[in-house]
């Protein structure tokens, strides 16, 4: 079935340095690939998506990157600050269905001040 | 224009009671998504609600089951709970691809 791996669960990072996740999916017919943010007790928030005629999109410090071909992309979080500091999940659309979300794992971000 | 509400928030029930759960999305979206979340399966598709049709269901058994009226409000519905049901349940409305996430109502199944 449909899957969607990400690494790593978890990450350290200080303060100022970059961050990268990574995940990979099953289907290459996928073509929607949002990034949510989730702070403790919060809601999930996107905060960058790229769809698949795109190989990369960049939105101020955060920046993802689409490789069709080998089925993974990433997301890339420069110049990181402690209020990054939450778990980013991964998602894909699969074939025939266009809103239903299969999400990675989570990754659980600190950044060390 | 305002967010993705859902009521309630908390809940608290025993296991063979049902329970049913609400999600306003934001004005204009017509799809609404339902998902579970849990420390152990992370966050798992349940179903999605388009025009008051259900368009796509994940892999949950038939004890979960939903709908969306005129509105493009839509209710979730738990019979039966079962422990393993206690979960953070999201509900997110879309216009097109993107989805935006309600806060979410957390179940406690005793």
């Known amino acids: 079935g449909e899957n969607v791996e990400q690494h790593p669960s978890t990450l350290s990072v200080q303060e100022g340095d970059s961050a990268v996740i990574k995940c990979t999916y099953s289907?290459?017919?996928?073509?929607?690939f949002p990034w949510y943010k989730q702070e403790l007790g919060k809601r999930p928030q996107l905060i960058i998506d790229?769809?698949?005629?795109?190989g990369e999109k960049k939105d101020q410090r955060i920046a993802v990157t689409l490789n069709k071909t080998a089925k993974h992309f990433s997301l890339h979080i420069t110049e990181t600050q402690p209020e990054d500091s939450a778990v980013y999940f991964c998602a894909a659309t699969f074939s025939g269905s266009a809103r239903q979300l299969t999400f990675g794992s989570g990754t659980q971000l600190t950044v060390l001040p | 224009k305002a967010g993705v509400t859902q009521t309630p928030r908390y809940l608290i029930k025993t296991r063979g009671q049902q329970v049913t759960l609400s999600c306003s999305p934001i004005s204009g979206h017509r799809s609404v998504s339902w998902y579970q979340q849990t420390p152990g399966q992370g966050l798992q598709f349940l179903f999605e609600?388009?025009?008051?049709?259900?368009?796509n269901k994940g892999n949950f058994p038939g004890r979960f089951s939903g709908r969306q009226f005129s509105n493009s409000r839509s209710e979730m519905n738990v019979s039966t709970l079962e422990l393993g049901d206690s979960a953070l349940y999201l509900c997110?409305?879309?216009?097109?691809?993107?989805?935006?996430f309600g806060p979410g109502t957390r179940l406690l199944v005793l």
């Open positions: 609600y388009f025009s008051e049709t259900q368009r």
């Open positions: 289907d290459s017919a996928s073509n929607y």
């Open positions: 997110a409305s879309s216009q097109k691809e993107t989805q935006y």
């Open positions: 790229i769809r698949s005629n795109v």
